[in-house]
């Protein structure tokens, strides 16, 4: 990317943010309230997207990354009284665990095999949940304790009561993944992933360490959907294990092919599209799921790169 | 679906109007039409009052749902008729939530935010309801569930949730326990669902049955991924003398089958909860075993002979009939044994705004229908609780009622026990008063 494309692609996603952040002010109630929802699950797909678009590893299991920031979160705030913050932090270490260790194993596999592998690991963790009655509550889940909902930080108090707290929190962590994700594209571990998504054998080749390249992505994608997972816990009260179920990896996944696999703003645009889609349609039939099967065999068909990866192919080749 | 108005000819439709009460709020059309056209006149507003109906429409709760909403839209109507509340008609906003309690929360958040609605309501699945209770209390919306599951009546949920039309699980099965170690036996083996409902079965059944003298003789619990059961039905013991089964999902009649299968012509006595075969016909191949064999029902789905006025108008007004099946659609079973939880709450909410003269969504208002809910210490007998009478604990937010125990004898399920209030309380712990509006 030379540095006029750079400024470009910068200053748009600088735009997106503050667009983000301006839009607070004149959304109405459920807006404001949906569009939480969508930051705090986009940075779970933008987390997923670093794997699947960047170096092409498909994973079927990041609902256990997800899973682990919310009740390595969860779990420490209802039953050990975690502040906020350092629940938080357990939540994402988790997952930068959980990825590291998963990621140790599961990359000596590719294709099918590593979807495969990725997936029962997933399965593993989502019925660990479900096992663990006593402490997760199963299905059922946790309801947050009220010392979860409030904390303090650097002498300013938080409610996350309070939609204006959450939607700002929800636009921070939205906007440090959006600069984690930028940096790495741009920079040589971008191109690498790229490379590797291309031709593993030929980078090999030309002595890149493909296998810790690859899981360096693995563990900031599974780090940043646990990051989403923990906010998720804390940010909505509620921890339980339908979000470690494949359908949460699935989604993941869908968000990032409707937006755009490989492009830094299409799985905010996909996670944006696909809760509208849903959100929209079925206000007009309980068969709302089938209109989204629907619009997405006709992306598959007409725009299989996505929509922002249509645009870039078509009109705005200097896209990240 | 979002934007409903309960319909009650055609059921739910989009933007519809219920008997064209809905649309009263503006045409003026259907005051004309009602009997409550005087009485809505007369109300300080003709604004109405707006039930947002939290519904399993799709996923595995799909079945209940079905018959949730025909159930509300009935009850509704009733209300309508009889002049609505506080004067004003009732509207009903239906939103599915996917039986997903992500959806859960969301519906909850458009509930108060885009449709306002007075109290939101209806949701069965526990996992939707407690990822959608802290939304509703955050938001100061209160939120009346149809659920069965311990987690209103222990605390663990929030001031603006109430559980008034339906007992939970724990007062179920404390209240049969005794029952079923005096007449069937007391050396039971449980097959349950492995998660939090089937564990509160497997908790809080236990329990009682020790309590009686009784011991257990096996937990085997099936995984929730699970589609065929037959190599869990081994591990019940031969000495077993009472088989307690509860089941729920799609695989429920799968279940059913293998385990006549199983145990073939010599069966111990056999004790399920009919959310093993709810919306499921009793007359389907291969569960001629089941008979003499007991069901717990919250409601007894055949017409017993001694059949009350209340219930012969319950069922007339759902569209059932005496056989537990819709009148329309003989093949389609009711889940009669639940769904009177959302005539009876819709009452008690009717109650609790009358009693607190509600006229709208002020703080003060909706302040005042939690204390009046609050308040209620009984339900009494009536084609509002055609149930039964029930007794409301205003701490925990929890209804206690009867139970039955029925015996499937020709085919039918025939009530022979019912326990009475007393038999399913157990000292509450929890106290939402002391928290904070």
Known sequence: MTAPSFTKAAGLHLLVIMSLFVLQFVLPAYHHLAITRIMVLAVFAMGYNLLFGYAGLLSLGHALFFAAGLYGAGLTAYHLGWSVPAAFVAGTGSGFLASLLIGLISLRTSGVAFMIVTMMFAQVSYLASLYFTTYTRGDEGLVMPQAARRFELFGANFDLTDPTVRYNIALALLTLTTVVIFAIVRGTTGRTLVAIRENEPRTLMLGYDTFRIKLKALVISGTLSAMAGSAYALLFAYVGSSFASIQYSIDALLFTLLGGAGTVLGPLLGTFAMFYMIDIASEYTAAYLLITGLALIALVLFFPKGIVGTIRERWVSWLP | ?437
């Open chain 2, 1 to 437: 679906m979002s934007n409903s108005i309960i319909k009650p000819q055609k059921g739910i439709s989009r933007r519809s109007v219920l008997q064209g009460m809905g649309a009263a709020a503006g045409t003026g059309l259907a005051l004309q039409a009602m009997p409550g056209f005087v009485r809505y006149s007369q109300a300080a507003t003709s604004e109405p009052v707006k039930i947002g109906l939290q519904l399993h429409r799709t996923g595995i709760g799909a079945s209940y749902g079905r018959w949730y909403e025909r159930v509300t839209a009935a009850a509704v109507k009733v209300i309508n008729d009889g002049g609505g509340i506080n004067g004003r008609p009732v509207e009903v906003i239906v939103e599915d939530d996917g039986t997903d309690p992500k959806r859960g929360a969301e519906v909850v958040e458009k509930f108060a935010t885009q449709h306002k609605v007075d109290v939101a309501y209806g949701t069965l699945f526990s996992h939707v309801v407690i990822g959608s209770a802290p939304r509703a209390g955050e938001l100061k919306l209160p939120y009346v569930v149809v659920s069965e599951g311990h987690h209103v009546a222990s605390g663990k949920l929030n001031r603006y949730v109430f559980q008034p039309g339906i007992t939970d699980v724990r007062s179920q099965v404390i209240a049969m326990a005794p029952w079923i170690s005096k007449n069937l036996g007391k050396k039971v083996t449980m097959i349950f669902p492995d998660f939090a409902f089937g564990h509160d079965h497997r908790d809080y059944f236990s329990e009682a049955i020790k309590a009686q003298g009784g011991q257990v003789a096996g937990l085997i619990a099936i995984p929730p991924t699970e589609s065929s059961f037959t190599r869990y039905l081994p591990q019940i013991s031969s000495d077993t003398e009472v088989l307690y089964h509860v089941m729920v999902g799609p695989a429920v009649l799968t279940f059913v089958k293998e385990l006549g299968q199983f145990f073939g012509s010599s069966r111990p006595q056999i004790f399920g909860f009919i959310d093993s075969l709810e919306a499921v016909d009793l007359a389907t191949p291969q569960l001629e075993f089941l008979e003499d064999t007991y069901f717990w029902e919250g409601n007894p789905r055949y017409a017993q002979k001694d059949q009350t006025e209340y219930d012969k108008f319950y069922r007339e007004m759902v569209g059932v009939d005496a056989n537990g099946a819709s009148t329309s659609d003989q093949k389609d079973i009711s889940t009669y044994s639940h769904m009177f939880g959302c005539w009876e709450s819709l009452f008690a909410i009717k109650q609790a705004m009358e009693a607190s003269g509600y006229e709208g969504q002020t703080p003060k208002d909706k302040q005042g229908f939690i204390e009046a809910m609050e308040a209620i210490q009984k339900f009494d007998e009536g084609r509002e609780h055609p149930q039964g009478d029930k007794i409301f604990n205003g701490k925990n937010h929890q209804c206690y009622g009867h139970q039955n125990i029925s015996k499937v004898t020709g085919g039918r399920l025939e009530v022979v026990h019912r326990t009475a209030i007393e038999d399913g309380l157990y000292e509450v712990s929890a106290d939402y008063t002391t928290m904070s509006l």
